[in-house]
């Protein structure tokens, strides 16, 4: 019984963990990308790695957007 809770929790809470890693990486990885652009590029890159993922999920949660 404990075996079946702990394989649920692990069944929600890797693909959750494996989609956060994943959306780091990609802001990093474009922060890298327009580094050579200077710092206003920069800048305008790390708001939109804060505010895109934020303003997705209060969509979601007000339940205008159907999670893909």
Do not use: Y
Not at 37 to 57: D, E, F, M, N, Y
Request: proline share 4%.
């Amino acid at each position: 019984m404990r075996n079946n809770k702990v394989r649920e929790i692990l069944e929600l809470a890797v693909p959750a963990t494996v989609e956060s890693i994943l959306q780091t990486l990609v802001g990093f990885i474009d922060t890298l990308m327009i580094s050579r652009l200077g710092l206003l590029a920069v800048t305008a890159v790390g708001i939109r790695a804060i505010s895109l993922p934020s303003i997705w999920r209060c969509l979601l949660l007000w339940g205008l957007v159907r999670p893909l």
